[in-house]
């Protein structure tokens, strides 16, 4: 049952992707993210390849819910979590986020992170 729910979260969120329009796909900003959005640039960023231009902590731009859904969808998606662990590590090693923080979306060049469970 409980697999069901994380089932139906996943499907919702995906469902519900917010796509970024060609003109605001060339100059992000992170007015434009929304959980659809980090959730899609974080899957399909190409972790041999990127270039951070910024770090935000997401709870700037997303509501405490909307931060547990980004956590709850990482917990559940192979993919995601895989590429959050790269780019946390990637961020660490370069001294851009703390050992507390995690990379929880992409947007462009700007990588949204949030701080681990205390």
Known sequence: MKRLRYLALLTAMLASFAFV??????QPTSRQATVGTLLSGLINVNVGDITVTDVVDV???LNDNKVDILKNVLNNSPIASNNSDILTNLLRDANLITDNQIVVGVLGGTF???DLAP
């Open 59 to 61: 709870s700037n731009v």
């Open 21 to 26: 329009t060609a003109a605001g796909a060339a």
């Open 112 to 114: 949204f992170v949030t």
